[in-house]
């Protein structure tokens, strides 16, 4: 057992700690008013290595396992949330393109998504009426030829409208889970267009679009693994994806958790500073102790997924407990604040509204509950 | 980074398990019902060498390390909660403070046969006026010659009834205040030392809970432990490391409701199918088994930081709160997962949660933990 950093891990989290402070925590409110994250933010991310941390050198990434990934993306949610969950999805696009593409899918697209060339890839899974229950997905593709044709409509698509490359799952067979395939398809095809960003109540600099597919066609070469594997390639890129979450709930509640800390030792009320109240000191050691335990859980899932062994239960743990509670510690970090929690002068506010989506995307914590009471029930003697 | 267990380590909990599941679950239930220390199953614990985990072989301990001890104390927990705290008991707060702060004739008299398991040992810190606030001792240290005389009385004294040397604390000085504490290594069968009383408690029951008398208790110089005015500053490094193994005693309390209760979610039936299908129940088992595994992690990393030698007083009381309060929520949620059979004795659900409520009181309770843990996060600033 060894729970410390290597010396690159440690460099890492310094290095983005220090971006995220200096570039990304001073401009969070002013990226949420304009609802606009700038393309020279992702290419700055790009140049630290920020967008492929778990690719290989030879396509641009940075080459530096799960266990990294999981420490950068906190660092950037500390500065900015929207600029994480960017980061997060572009990762997770960029390692389902390198786990199940073809060399010239790889070639094609990873480095554009490393570099910042691109804004970022997106991940249209979701339709309006299929969410938790994606095996149930209507969008259609039809064979024609040499090429597909993609008809349907995607929901709550992160950087939807924005993205260089859009990994797109639809039915090419029977209903159900196995009649799904995936496709990666490209920002402009024709027919494609992406709605106007929605109001959301956190992540405000991310945009979230839904999409509409009008008989877009695409060649057969852009199918990512094969025919039917859609469903399978999925859940694997999800349960990736769920560290990246846990880490980003994580690195919002570290933020509020710094800023409360700071201000219970300033504000003074009955004659003493806050820090010296029980009540306030007890919040203090819950969501301290709390977000230890969900980052140890989330550790444990990325360096599972570093050694190359199963970990889509420890994942699922992990952005159940992280995510949870890091919510409860923003909105004890709001009540620590009172009234000026409320208020968007300190980013507090922000950081509870932020916070809360975490508990949705890439699966709500009840498919979390879903996958972990499975699990847990295989392993009886039953 | 790396989560796993040394081979060392996993062939420890190995044979611990298959140990405890043998020789010491199949008594639990009758270990409770007759509230009677369990002989049998410590002198199997003791020829394991479970009674002095990490102290080295030299003082005749295992030479392990204190990850070793937790995982040693969840699997024995699991079986018998009881023997659990005697176990750890024996191994942090009697034989971890004489390791740390005795002489060598200190550990060669006590020491050895603590950690074989020959005698059993006991720390004396609560009073029946002072619990939390243990700097307020009220228990005297009078110089006299090159001893001490001793008076007053220890409460909740774990293995009371069955120790033969409790590691005291007695103010030596109050002018002091606590720095005028002193630690002392008292036999239990010095003149004036009796045991007054033993608790019948809600839980653990195998395990004697006794208070001690001290009257006019005279001690010479070889019963010092540390310094004099050291007292305090060994009653808590010793709780630092007690911590680790209550938080594991919690966790192997915690993990075997679990198991139970998911194993009978399994068979038992309502509405047609069996209950693990219904959300109701599914979701129960996955928040405590994701809770069981943060416990685990809070513990191991505590555990490992004692081992590296680095400050780990704060880790431990996150272990600490963390791990009890899992418990009783575990424990609570197993019984209700088994409806009205729960609560009737015919299952050991409701004896879970009856031994996991302790958890969240020795040692430090709940609140001292958050205490501790606020002091650090603050200082962090």
């Known amino acids: 057992m060894n729970l410390g950093l290597s010396e690159t891990q440690t460099i890492l989290r310094e290095s983005t700690r220090r971006f995220s402070k200096e570039r990304l925590a001073p401009f969070a409110h002013a990226r949420e008013q304009n609802h606009c994250i700038s393309h020279a933010t992702i290419k700055e991310l790009g140049d630290l290595g920020l967008l492929g941390v778990n690719l290989p050198e030879a396509l641009g990434g940075a080459e530096l396992g799960a266990v990294s990934y999981a420490l950068a993306l906190r660092e950037v949610a500390k500065g900015d949330a929207s600029v994480a969950v960017t980061m997060a999805v572009t990762n997770m696009v960029g390692e389902v393109i390198q786990h199940f593409g073809t060399p010239e899918q790889q070639k094609g697209h990873i480095p554009k998504l490393t570099s910042g060339e691109y804004f970022g890839g997106a991940f249209a899974l979701s339709e309006p009426s299929a969410g938790s229950d994606a095996g149930s997905l209507k969008t259609t593709a039809r064979r024609d030829g040499d090429s597909w044709v993609i008809n349907g409509e995607k929901l709550w698509i992160t950087t939807g409208d924005q993205a260089g490359v859009i990994v797109v799952w639809a039915r090419t067979g029977e209903p159900g889970p196995r009649g799904i395939s995936c496709f990666l398809v490209s920002c402009d095809a024709p027919g494609l267009t992406a709605g106007k960003p929605e109001e959301k109540m956190g992540l405000r600099a991310s945009h979230t679009v839904a999409l509409s597919f009008v008989d877009v066609r695409v060649p057969s070469s852009s199918m990512l693994g094969k025919e039917g594997e859609g469903f399978k390639i999925a859940m694997r890129a999800l349960d990736g994806g769920r560290i990246g979450i846990s880490a980003q709930a994580l690195g919002i509640a570290g933020a509020a958790m710094d800023e409360v800390r700071s201000y219970a030792l300033e504000r003074k009320q009955f004659g003493k500073t806050l820090d010296q109240f029980q009540a306030i000191q007890f919040k203090l050691a819950d969501m301290a102790t709390e977000l230890e335990a969900g980052w140890l859980l989330t550790l444990r899932a990325a360096s599972l997924k570093e050694s190359g062994k199963q970990f889509s239960r420890e994942a699922a743990m992990a952005k159940v407990f992280a995510t949870e509670a890091a919510n409860r510690a923003v909105r004890e970090a709001v009540q620590i604040f009172g009234g000026y929690g409320y208020i968007e002068e300190f980013p507090v506010a922000r950081h509870y509204r932020d916070c809360r989506v975490t508990q949705i995307y890439e699966g709500t914590s009840e498919v979390q509950r879903i996958v972990i009471g499975r699990e847990v029930c295989k392993d009886s003697g039953f | ?381």
């Open chain 2, 1 to 381: 980074m790396e989560f796993n267990l040394s081979e060392e380590q996993a062939m420890l909990r190995d044979s611990v398990r298959a140990m405890a599941k043998q020789e010491i679950l199949p008594f639990a239930a009758a270990i409770d019902e007759a509230g009677a220390f369990p002989w049998d199953q410590v002198n199997r614990m003791s020829e394991l060498g479970l009674m002095g985990i990490a102290v080295p072989e030299k003082w005749g301990g295992s030479g392990m390390d204190n990850v070793s001890y937790a995982l040693a104390a969840e699997e024995v927990s699991a079986a018998c909660a009881s023997c659990g705290v005697i176990m750890s008991v024996n191994n942090s707060l009697a034989g971890d403070p004489i390791r740390r702060f005795g002489t060598d004739e200190q550990k060669e008299r006590w020491l050895k046969p603590l950690a074989r398991g020959e005698i059993m040992g006991a720390y004396g810190l609560s009073e029946p006026g002072t619990g939390s606030d243990a700097a307020a001792q009220k228990t005297t240290a009078v110089r006299d010659g090159d001893g001490w005389v001793i008076n007053g009385a220890k409460n909740f004294i774990t293995n009371g009834a069955e120790a033969k040397v409790i590691v005291a604390f007695a103010m030596g000085e109050p002018d002091k205040g606590v720095k005028g504490i002193n630690a002392y290594l008292i036999p239990a069968d010095t003149a004036g030392y009796s045991v007054a009383k033993n608790e019948d408690k809600l839980g653990i029951k195998g395990s004697s809970t006794s208070q001690i008398h001290f009257d006019e208790v005279r001690v010479g110089p070889e019963a010092l432990l540390g310094n004099p005015g050291d007292g305090f500053k060994i009653a808590m490094t010793t709780l630092d490391g007690g911590r680790i193994g209550i938080a594991a005693q919690a966790l192997g309390i915690a993990r075997q409701a679990f198991e139970e209760a998911r194993d009978y979610s399994l068979e038992r039936s309502s509405f047609g199918r069996p209950i693990s299908k219904h959300q109701a129940i599914q979701f129960k088992l996955a928040d405590m088994a994701t809770e069981i595994d943060a416990a685990r992690l809070l513990i191991w990393r505590a555990a490992l930081l004692k081992d590296q030698g680095e400050s780990y007083g704060q880790a431990a009381a996150m272990a600490k709160l963390y791990a009890s309060e899992m418990s009783q929520r575990v424990t609570n949620q197993a019984l209700q997962v088994y409806g009205g059979y729960g609560y009737c004795k015919d299952y050991p659900a409701e004896r879970h949660l009856r031994d996991a409520r302790i958890t969240e009181i020795y040692e430090g309770t709940s609140e001292i933990q958050r205490i501790v843990i606020a002091r650090g996060v603050l200082a962090d600033s």
